[in-house]
């Protein structure tokens, strides 16, 4: 990175942390989270869930495999600014076909490097996540900026990051894997979808029709599904209002399995309640506990509203936990005899970038389109 521009990160409280200018030039506004994953940066840039916020990598150093398209979870980026402490000055990866700075310039990504971002991570865990301003003005402007910033809570974002139109998506993983001849027709709700979550419905035997974030009950099930998906997103799930509406009408007529946004509305739909965590939970270690079997799994994670649990009693099932805080983690609900089970997730097994623990979640959802009771 040639770049020595002075550059400020300034959150909404006022606290203003100095660094340098990287990617594109300008200002970027949003709500100032952290990720603790070592790898995977590519993937946290396109990942849609990351719209609306600045994104801040704890890794020490960031950017030294470059980034290459086939990592790409989207076909953009959809961070609103990114944040580093050393921005790599060398790529080395045979596969990469272009320097990270150079890939946050093409794609209109402004970005900050230089930061000791351990105090930044400390600040934002004592003190939650809040709204926060990247660019070169004065520091005065840039906290007025994230102080007129409007919160995350209550905003849906899932319009933003969405598909305008219906497609069928077929491909798998490639190289990475031996995709299974199609079984099932799954319907994709996409309110953020990444890529690897089409893939790896692909790689388990599924035919996917992705449809967008607006979809009614009454179309998806004009699709003929043998099972509906309900995707990862930005923003307040309790603020999807049309989103929640569809998953009602859907629980108990086709199986049903949902990630992230789509685990909380999932929730929503069945009459519980969502809250704002104070930071949230990102990256690519967390430990959580499937209640059914016992064991524990390693899990990648990002999400910075989770589902009130208590407010679930009688109407569904908790099957996963948190290690570390004891957040709900997954639901379940079997239904009524001839009614199709659902159940969904609150992190994220197609774990581009993590582990692989969870990936048999996309077998139960095909075994539940099987008819298996498990």
Not at 42 to 53: A, I, K, M, N, R
Not at 144 to 161: C, F, I, N, R
Not at 282 to 308: C, M, S, W, Y
Request: charged share 15%; with cysteine; glycine share 12%.
């Amino acid at each position: 990175m040639s770049n020595t521009k002075q550059a400020h990160l300034v959150l909404a409280d006022g606290t203003a942390f100095p660094g340098v200018a990287a990617g594109a030039s300008g200002r970027a506004l949003g709500e100032a989270v952290f990720t603790t994953g070592m790898t995977g940066y590519q993937e946290v840039l396109t990942d849609p869930s990351y719209y609306g916020q600045i994104v801040a990598m704890t890794a020490p150093q960031i950017g030294n495999t470059g980034t290459t398209g086939e990592d790409d979870e989207a076909d953009r980026p959809w961070v609103a600014g990114f944040v580093m402490h050393e921005l790599s000055s060398v790529t080395s990866n045979w596969r990469s076909d272009a320097s990270l700075d150079a890939y946050l310039m093409r794609h209109g990504i402004v970005a900050i490097a230089g930061i000791d971002v351990r105090t930044l991570t400390r600040h934002l865990r004592d003190n939650g996540a809040q709204m926060a301003c990247i660019g070169t003005d004065s520091i005065e402007a840039l906290a007025a900026a994230a102080k007129a910033a409007p919160s995350m809570a209550g905003q849906d974002l899932t319009g933003q990051v969405t598909t305008e139109t219906s497609y069928v998506w077929s491909k798998g993983s490639g190289v990475w894997a031996d995709s299974a001849s199609p079984k099932h027709h799954v319907v994709a709700i996409d309110h953020g979808i990444k890529g690897n979550i089409l893939r790896s419905l692909v790689d388990h035997g599924c035919r996917v029709t992705v449809v967008p974030s607006t979809a009614t009950a009454s179309e998806v099930l004009a699709l003929n599904p043998d099972g509906v998906f309900v995707s990862n997103g930005p923003g307040d799930p309790a603020a999807v209002t049309h989103g929640i509406e569809t998953i009602r009408g859907l629980v108990g007529k086709k199986p049903l399995f949902g990630i992230c946004l789509g685990h909380q509305m999932l929730a929503l739909a069945l009459g519980g309640r969502t809250y704002k965590m104070k930071f949230g939970h990102r990256g690519l270690n967390h430990p959580v506990k499937d209640l059914v079997t016992g064991k524990i799994e390693i899990t990648t994670q990002n999400h910075g509203f989770a589902v009130d649990v208590d407010s679930l009693a009688g109407k569904c099932t908790m099957t996963h936990v948190h290690l570390n805080d004891d957040t709900c983690m997954g639901i379940e609900r079997t239904g009524s005899a001839g009614e199709s089970p659902a159940f969904s997730v609150q992190y994220h097994p197609e774990a581009s970038a993590g582990p692989h623990d969870s990936r048999y979640l996309f077998a139960r959802f095909v075994g539940h389109m099987d008819g298996d009771e498990a």
